[in-house]
C-alpha cells in the first residue's frame, strides 16, 4: 500500500487526537474528576496512539498498517468509555474515536502470528 494518499486517513487521527486532547482538558475541569479518571487516560492514550500512527503513515513506515491495528483498539475503548459519561465533549470524543477506528480497520494490515 506504499504511495498511496493518506491524507484522509491522517485527517481522521488527527481529528481524533484533537477530541482526546479536547475532552480530556475538559474532564479536568468536571466536578467530580475522580470519577472521570479512565476517561483521561484513555483521551491521553489514544491522542498518543493516533499522532503515532498518523506519523508513520506520513513517512510510509514498513510499520504503520501494522500499528493501525493498535490504533483501532484505543480508538474503541476510547469511545466505549467516552459513551459512559454525559459531557458533551465525552459524546463528541466518543463519536470522533468511532470514525477513527472504523477507518483504522479499512486500512490496517491483516493480523498474523507466524
Partial sequence: MKN??????????FNCVLACEHCAN????????????????????????????????QRDSAVAYQYLVICEEICRLCADE????DN?????????CLICADACHEHHAPVTQD
Avoid at 467530580?32 to 508513520?56: E, F, G, S, Y
Wanted: with cysteine; net charge negative.
Fill in 82 to 85: 467516552c459513551s459512559k459519561h
Fill in 4 to 13: 498511496h494518499d493518506h491524507q484522509q486517513l491522517i485527517q481522521k487521527l
Fill in 26 to 57: 475538559a474532564c479536568l475541569h468536571e466536578e467530580d474528576v475522580k470519577m472521570m479518571a479512565q476517561c483521561i487516560r484513555l483521551d491521553r492514550d489514544c491522542a498518543d496512539i493516533c499522532n503515532q500512527a498518523a506519523r508513520l503513515l
Fill in 88 to 96: 458533551d465533549h465525552c459524546r463528541q470524543c466518543a463519536e470522533t
